[in-house]
């Protein structure tokens, strides 16, 4: 069921999926993240992730953002947007 979703989301690209991630380019790991968060209701606006989860929601943001780091070999930030009442989530180092 989430392989046919994220295959979905994914299009051509769910071929990406087949190789390691350590041979991932940047825009590859973006892509893949962007299809994952679609897929859970959130959106990216260029490298900005946004998801739509409640401030106090800080336990379910670290959550993703550990397994963002894992899945995908990146560090990113989270923070909170108090004006637009979403999180956003930034990849700041590749590692590749």
Request: proline residues 1%.
């Amino acid at each position: 069921m989430f392989d046919e979703r994220l295959k979905e989301y994914l299009g051509k690209d769910f071929e990406l999926l087949k190789k390691p991630t350590i041979y991932y380019t940047k825009k590859e790991k973006f892509r893949i993240l962007q299809a994952i968060v679609l897929m859970f209701g959130g959106e990216s606006r260029g490298d900005l992730i946004i998801l739509f989860f409640d401030k106090d929601d800080t336990e379910r943001m670290d959550i993703v953002e550990s397994s963002i780091e894992s899945l995908l070999d990146v560090a990113v930030s989270t923070s909170y947007n108090e004006e637009q009442k979403h999180w956003e989530i930034i990849i700041t180092d590749f590692k590749k």
